[in-house]
């Protein structure tokens, strides 16, 4: 990332409804710079995705790899076509290879009802729901990404979790509770997983 005031954006529109939200999110982030001031953004296009594949034998080109190397930040929209597989009959995922490549390790999926959205729960609680999903996203069953082995009476993956990802992802979960906890939540932090069953959990 640069000091300059000017944000280079790695822009993946992916597939399907990808295309379709990625412009306008562009120019809700260019309204927002124009609103705040003291910054603004340099969109770089970066082709990737299943259609991507279908038409040129490549889900992720070096030449958008390489842009989002230099790039301040990447917004990546939708990847994936249901109907354009690789041959051993997997989805194209260029997101997972972005993931890799950058150590992207920590999925972060807030969710919260929004002040003047309809709730689709009928529980009165629902209109108070606001927590944050956090996912570990290139270890586990991420780790044998393309590597797994098919039989006609076996399948297999294996699943990998290491020391060093894992504390990080839980360091990164408890500072993020702090923070909500001093922004006026629960701040409270629980952990998923089944480690009455699984040794690797354990």
Known sequence: MTNSADFRIAVFPGDGIGGEITQPTL???ARAAARTGGFSITPRHCPAGAAHYRDHGVALPKASLATARRADVILL?????PSVRYQDGTE???QLDLRFEFGLYA???PIRTIPGVPVALADPRARTIDFVILRESTEGLFASHGRGEVTPERATETMVLTRPTTERLHDFGLR????????GGQGRATCVDKANVFRAFA
């Not at 929209?77 to 076509?81: D, H, Q, S, T, Y």
């Open 92 to 94: 194209i995922s260029p």
């Open 77 to 81: 929209a939708a990847m994936g076509l």
């Open 27 to 29: 120019r809700l982030i």
């Open 107 to 109: 999925g972060v999926r």
């Open 176 to 183: 993020l509770a702090a923070r909500r906890q001093q922004a």
